[in-house]
Antibody, heavy 119, light 110 residues
Framework: QVQLVQSGAEVKKPGASVKVSCKAS????????ISWVRQAPGQGPEWMGW????????YYAQNLQGRVTMTTDTSTTTAYMELRSLRSDDTAVYYC????????????WGQGTLVTVSS | QSALTQPASVSGSPGQSITISCTGT?????????VSWYQQHPGKAPKLMIYDVSNRPSGVSDRFSGSKSGNTASLTISGLQAEDEADYYCTSYTTSTTWVFGGGTKLTVL
């Protein structure tokens, strides 16, 4: 079955970086994109950006430009999201989701990775 | 990009129907038929319920339906069941080539 499995929880200090992985299985990885979405405690989701697993093209949310980098490794069917210069308000659960480019389908989602930023 | 506007909470009794609204602007909901809805139970990842305004993925109950009029999209759940109690989020593509989510609606089944 189609599945996205993310890396485990992280605790980081302000100013540090975090890299979250998302291992895809059950489908042709390069035929879809991956979107990253985060959800702060008690808040609605926030779209962070998208990467094409076919050619690596990316789109990032404007408020994260310059701090976020999304990449893929087609040999291991894994997507990565790196966020730099972490602040306390980056504390959130980070999700990856298979993105049907040309549609509003984000399906399925990974199980989520809690990133806590605290001094 | 401001979040889409959803009611904070809605409730209904088993067997009843409820509708959750999702209001945006002519730059997002009103611009494209790229609106989707997600169900999220506590501590779980969101689950796709409706995509492209009114399409249901395989495996999602036909009690769930979606529609759109102008800058407002809606999710209707008919024949409410206890397991429908969850948070629901809408999302829309925008003219800035980004996605914007709603603030979420907590559905309580009385």
């Amino acid at each position: 079955q189609v599945q996205l499995v993310q890396s485990g929880a992280e605790v980081k200090k302000p100013g540090a970086s975090v890299k979250v992985s998302c291992k895809a299985s059950g489908y042709t990885f390069t035929s879809y994109g991956i979107s990253w979405v985060r959800q702060a405690p008690g808040q609605g989701p926030e779209w962070m950006g998208w990467i094409s697993a076919y050619n690596g093209e990316t789109y990032y949310a404007q408020n994260l430009q310059g701090r976020v980098t999304m990449t893929t490794d087609t040999s291991t069917t894994t997507a990565y999201m790196e966020l730099r210069s972490l602040r306390s308000d980056d504390t959130a659960v980070y999700y990856c989701a298979r993105d049907f480019h040309g549609s509003s389908r984000f399906d399925p989602w990974g199980q989520g990775t809690l990133v806590t930023v605290s001094s | 990009q401001s979040a889409l506007t959803q009611p904070a909470s809605v409730s209904g009794s088993p067997g009843q129907s409820i509708t959750i609204s999702c209001t945006g602007t002519s730059s997002d909901v009103g611009a494209y038929n790229y609106v989707s809805w997600y169900q999220q139970h506590p501590g779980k990842a969101p689950k796709l319920m409706i995509y492209d305004v009114s399409n249901r993925p395989s495996g999602v109950s036909d009690r769930f339906s979606g529609s759109k009029s102008g800058n407002t999209a809606s999710l209707t759940i008919s024949g409410l069941q206890a397991e429908d109690e969850a948070d629901y989020y809408c999302t829309s593509y925008t003219t800035s080539t980004t996605w914007v989510f709603g603030g979420g609606t907590k559905l309580t089944v009385l």
